[in-house]
């Protein structure tokens, strides 16, 4: 799913790739991609902080993976790597969360996370049944090769062009793309077959991101700090118009976002680093390198950009990109 002004030529120029064009809700579109593969990364998601769009939230994301879950079994694939939401793994007041920490069903969820949940069974399912499939649980992701843009990527454009007037406190896990690809392939070499991974680079507070901001981009950082609770009632009272006005736009800051902010819930990677050999690098480089494409993409201006060459961090020569997670 990109934006109108984004083709898949664009992002996907210069792989060794075969394409396969078609939509996860397509079974026999998912299963002529799958066929000859030996392995199936699957990190296609609709993803969204609102409560809108539940239907096809559900059907790409529920249905779609048991599409591809079902495409690797009858065409022999050895191993499934889906890509999975902190969103659905259990809070833990007082202590970074575990990949044993369960969801809780009873809180106020989007459809998205309910969603992954769900994706998250259909993987138990699969797996019980004999098909290899492990889960790569992405925190938020920033970094180079952002092509929808994300939300992230969004935040940081908005940044980077004066339109970002004030934040709110809080933090989140996020997680360099660099390292969530190397995390993706450490759980295909690696991983258990029925398990999942936390992958997360670093906790970052939103002050912090927003000096990382200032510092890649050579603007000053808002100055304005809207209180949590105060946020969290605009986006309640914007909501309802924004879904008339601009239905198809999804939103920086919606209930569900400030919730997320204000939760600061921390990931431990322990397991990642134990059993996968998984080693995060920082999110300062990832930052950095997310802001270098966009102004060597032509989405901001280039006298705007900073003059400083990030930092490469290179992980078994191959080349990584940002998805929409």
């Excluded at 079974?27 to 699957?42: D, F, K, L, Q, R």
């Excluded at 507070?205 to 981009?217: G, H, K, S």
């Excluded at 997310?290 to 060597?296: E, G, K, P, S």
Aim: with cysteine; charged share 25%.
């Amino acid at each position: 799913m990109v934006w109108p002004s984004v083709s898949a030529g664009e992002a996907l120029a210069g792989l060794p790739i075969r394409r396969a064009v078609g939509d996860v809700r397509d079974p026999e579109a998912v299963a002529a991609a799958v066929a000859g593969c030996e392995g199936v990364y699957h990190c296609a998601a609709r993803i969204s902080t609102t409560a809108r769009g539940h239907r096809e939230i559900h059907a790409v994301n529920v249905l779609g993976t048991r599409n591809v879950l079902e495409a690797a079994r009858q065409h022999g694939v050895r191993r499934v790597v889906v890509t999975g939401s902190f969103s659905a793994t259990g809070p833990t007041p007082g202590r970074a969360s575990t990949e044993r920490d369960l969801h809780y069903p009873f809180g106020a969820h989007t459809p998205y996370t309910r969603s992954k949940v769900l994706v998250e069974h259909e993987c138990c399912k699969a797996a019980a049944q004999g098909l290899e499939v492990v889960v790569a649980v992405s925190t938020a992701i920033i970094g180079p090769h952002d092509y929808v843009p994300s939300r992230m990527g969004r935040v940081l454009l908005d940044f980077a062009h004066g339109r970002l007037f004030a934040y709110m406190p809080g933090g989140f896990e996020f997680v360099s793309v660099q390292d969530l690809v190397e995390g993706h392939l450490l759980a295909m070499e690696r991983g258990l077959s029925g398990h999942k991974y936390l992958l997360s680079t670093e906790f970052r507070t939103v002050e912090q991101m927003m000096d990382l901001y200032a510092r890649a981009t050579g603007r000053p950082k808002p100055r304005l700090r809207i209180p949590p609770p105060a946020m969290g009632a605009l986006a309640r009272l914007a909501e309802g118009p924004r879904s008339v006005l601009t239905p198809h736009r999804e939103a920086r800051f919606t209930p569900a976002a400030v919730r997320f902010l204000r939760s600061e819930r921390r990931a431990d990677c322990s397991l990642s680093r134990e059993a996968l050999g998984y080693r995060p690098t920082d999110i300062s480089t990832a930052v950095e390198q997310a802001y270098r494409c966009f102004v060597d993409r032509g989405l901001v201006e280039r006298r705007r950009a900073a003059m400083r060459t990030p930092r490469p961090t290179v992980r078994r020569g191959r080349d990584v990109g940002v998805g929409p997670r």
